[in-house]
DNA sequence: GTAGTCATGTAAGAGGTTACATGATTAG
DNA sequence: CTAATCATGTAACCTCTTACATGACTAC
């Protein structure tokens, strides 16, 4: 259902076409519920059949047509309870923690390629998170102004208040994972040293 | 995948019945990778079928029988590939940061119990992960006894060694949610306090 | 005898992935 | 005219969730 409401989210903002949606999903809300086209199409149907949503047929072009989907005040209402609805938490699951845990059953360069992986993956979402942070400390972010045009200015702050609360969330997390990765790849160097250093136990593994 | 993985992980240390490898996932494995009992039943079949494992049905009291697993040699080669194989990273998915990006629609005491409940939640989770990274530092944890025992001894320093480092990981995680959380609730006091120094704010909120 | 634990599943459905499929419009 | 972009989906499959279902064994 989660995907149902990042929707409705950026249609708060402002119309929009289902392309228009898909291209604003991934720079946006997709940095934190991520989507793929084949999932969002179908799913505003269903909003329209909800009521959530109200789909105008706008010419384009000579002979083509697209439909573009405003938010209804029954959207708003839902989204709005969405918002204040607190909402279980999903069962733990990490595969990349998960393989680390049995890493002795790889090998040392494995497990290093492992935690280069995972030092590079999250180095790059760093950048993405951040990057998104950035631009809208600075309110340069289109759709953000947008939302701040069609809302009382008292409630600014708020809205940018949350969301770089939330940026900040996902760039700690970045942050905690890169440390993370590095302090793995250290315990590795060590373990190598370690037995660089007793002969007898390396011709005991080669055996 | 990771569902057959994580019950091979813990097959690679001795034989069980399903209903023992159901108790021991979720204090071990499934602090990593959750899994219901619905999935391990079936999934522990599948991997028969495959000749991962073998299961011996053995005798329980008079009437009643069990089905003992064991891991196969082809089993382990499948688990140590699996341990060896960079996996892709899953497209992010995070509902309660996604929630605090718009908590500007829901009021602030609502979004105060958003933080709270993850607070909690991640104070728990801290609890779990690091009290199964005391046993293992202890080394009292029966099925690693049982691990231990069944691997040279050069190669005990590695098996703490990792499992350590992927607990510590999640212990990690658990504080940097857990500090993420109490920022936010600072903030939500932050901008209520400012608010109750502008009268005429709050009136217009009111209307 | 009865409650708790041991033991093993099935079945319907939700949500997401991957691959496939199609065609108009526009900028060069 | 041709490539990129705009535009909108369908279908098969996989994984996980939730609810249901059953019954033997054991300690009291």
Same mark, same amino acid.
């Given at each position: 259902?989660? &995907?149902?409401?990042? !929707?409705? !989210?950026? &249609? ?5 076409? =289902? ?15 991520? #989507?793929?086209? *084949?999932?969002?199409? @179908? ?11 109200? !789909?105008?047929?706008?010419?384009? =072009? ?10 209804? #005040?029954?959207?708003?209402?839902? &989204?709005? %309870?969405?918002? *204040?609805? /607190?909402?279980?938490?999903? @069962? ?5 923690? +998960? ?7 790889? =090998? ?21 998170? *951040? ?6 400390? %600075?309110?340069?972010? @289109? +759709? ?8 009382? @200015? ?10 770089? &609360? #939330? +940026? ?15 302090? =793995? ?13 007793? /002969?007898? +136990? ?6």
């Amino acid at each position: 259902m989660s &995907l149902r409401y990042a !929707a409705l !989210a950026l &249609l708060s903002a402002q119309p929009m076409t =289902g392309y228009e949606l898909v291209r604003y999903f991934d720079d946006t809300v997709g940095l934190m519920w991520a #989507a793929s086209d *084949s999932q969002i199409y @179908p799913e505003l149907r269903r909003m329209e059949r909800d009521g959530l949503v109200r !789909a105008k047929t706008v010419p384009r =072009g000579e002979r083509a047509a697209k439909r573009q989907y405003k938010i209804t #005040a029954k959207g708003r209402e839902a &989204l709005r %309870t969405w918002v *204040s609805t /607190p909402i279980p938490y999903p @069962p733990q699951r990490d595969v990349h923690r +998960l393989q680390i845990t049995y890493g002795e059953l790889a =090998g040392l360069s494995e497990a290093r390629a492992l935690l280069t992986q995972h030092l590079d993956h999250y180095t790059l979402r760093r950048h993405q998170w *951040s990057t998104l942070l950035d631009t809208i400390k %600075t309110a340069r972010f @289109p +759709l953000l102004r947008r939302r701040l045009e069609g809302t009382p @200015p008292e409630m600014h702050s708020r809205i940018l208040a949350f969301k770089e &609360l #939330a +940026l900040e969330g996902q760039v700690a997390h970045a942050d905690n994972e890169i440390a993370w990765a590095r302090r =793995g790849l250290k315990l590795i160097d060590e373990l190598e040293a370690a037995e660089a250093e007793e /002969p007898d +136990l390396r011709a005991d593994l080669r055996e």
